[in-house]
């Protein structure tokens, strides 16, 4: 086993264990959010993003027509 210097000391005062192990505790949680943001981040979707530069995206689609046209050209969905 090699010795190596600890990655966490007390430099002034007194802590209790169970103060130590809420310290690590706590650590160990924000570095666990920060990898969980990174690889939420890095698993989104890019595609709206280059919608934008696709000359197909600028295209405009016909208006619908008909009786309740006006609906459809506004509430495509409904």
Not at 17 to 43: F, G, K, M, Y
Not at 46 to 52: A, D, G, K
Not at 54 to 67: E, I, K, Q, S
């Amino acid at each position: 086993m090699s010795s190596r210097e600890p990655y966490l000391s007390i430099v002034r005062g007194d802590a209790t264990p169970e103060e130590i192990a809420a310290l690590v505790a706590a650590l160990a949680a924000q570095t666990a959010a920060r990898a969980a943001a990174d690889a939420a981040r890095s698993a989104t979707p890019r595609t709206s993003l280059r919608n934008w530069r696709n000359p197909a995206h600028r295209l405009r689609v016909g208006l619908p027509r008909g009786p309740g046209a006006w609906r459809r050209a506004f509430f495509p969905g409904g």
